[in-house]
């Protein structure tokens, strides 16, 4: 089976790992060509995590063997040769539906289509193509391959065998589904941008700091990570643009982003992929 991702970030590269470790042929796409040196970098050091945590065999960790099976292309009609195609962009409306209605003419009308969108109904999403039957939604969490779980989406048009289908891939990468239905945000980040955004609020307003916040997540609730570490995991920019889908669409006040997340994206603290965000990070050259 040949699987195609359209979108080699933090995220796109993940799932590319998982199905590539899994034996299955990737085609991974972007049209930053620079993103695949970057993709390499996070398979060798996840599959160096992977050993240690003891999660894989050894011979299922060879970061040449899983990257000899994944196919960089910065041509997006090379996933015309796709059996499933995966989108894993950024979280902006408008390019999802630009790229979405490029894949919808370059694809066979018989290939499942899933977005690995944070917030955006996957409904909408469908609408952008002329194969909602065959659209779900994917919501892995990072970092991919580590994460056991995945938030699979029903759209309105859905179909049953789209969602059967999309189990058997998910289970053949290692990963359990769960099932939801369709709203902003769906179950995770419903919750999780509110409590994110709630612990931004609590440092702009200096009521702790970013170190102190964590540690009581941590400490008092057994959580291995805190919400700003959280954050700055996936992306400051990711962050505030799920909170403004969230806003939009439900039109509730509670997930209006703190000024102080605007002002560090606008900063480019973006979190780890820029070597700072409410931590500081050495990235590596």
Known sequence: MTIGILGAGIVGSGVAHCAAQAGMQVILSDADSRQWERAQKSIAEICGLQKMLKMRPADQCQAEDIISRISFTDDIEKLAEADFVIEAISELEDVK?????????????????????SAIPITRLASFTTRANLFVGLHFMNPVPL????EMIRGYHTSEETLEQTKELLKAMGKKAVLVNDSPGFVSNRVLMLTVNEAIWLVQDRVAS???IDAIFKGCFGHKMGPLETADMIGLDTILQSLQVLVNHFGDPKYRPCPLLAQMVDAGLLGRKSGEGFFKYNLRK
Do not use: G, H, Q
């Open 210 to 212: 970013p170190r102190d």
């Open 147 to 150: 994460k056991p779980m995945v």
């Open 97 to 117: 539906r630009e790229v979405l209605n490029a894949l919808d003419r370059i694809c066979p009308p018989t290939v499942r289509f899933a977005s690995t969108t």
